[in-house]
Nanobody, 126 residues
């Protein structure tokens, strides 16, 4: 499954962005989707995840209350709404799909995800 992540850009601290993730010529309505990020010189870290049905989400403590993950299965898209952005949110953001169909296990570790998008750069200036 090829994934397209887009919506990144340059924003001032305190600003907002909305990232989108779509599969290329596939549907992922039966799969859990996660967002991760990687800053220069740092390991990839979990940001948020959502179940295939959208009934449960998980969010990292570092972005809790500022970032919201959601999905619109009719549009075959998963979103990451980011508000109150900080310079430390600067990273390449990746979306990923857990290939276990209709899984009730919402994973927050990258090895649980099988397919990854190319990433979209988010830069927050101070």
């Amino acid at each position: 499954v090829q994934l397209q992540a887009y919506g990144g850009g340059l924003v001032q601290a305190g600003g907002s962005l909305r990232l989108s993730c779509k599969p290329f010529r596939r549907t992922f309505s039966n799969y859990n989707v996660g967002w991760f990020r990687q800053a220069p010189g740092k390991e990839r870290e979990f940001v948020a995840a959502i179940t295939w049905s959208g009934d449960r989400v998980a969010t990292a403590d570092s972005v809790e209350g500022r970032f919201t993950i959601s999905r619109d299965n009719a549009k075959n898209t998963v979103f990451l709404r980011m508000t109150s952005l900080r310079p430390e949110d600067t990273a390449v953001y990746y979306c990923a799909v857990d290939a276990r169909a209709r899984s009730e296990v919402l994973a927050s570790v990258s090895p649980a995800y099988d397919y990854w998008g190319q990433g979209t750069q988010v830069t927050v200036s101070s």
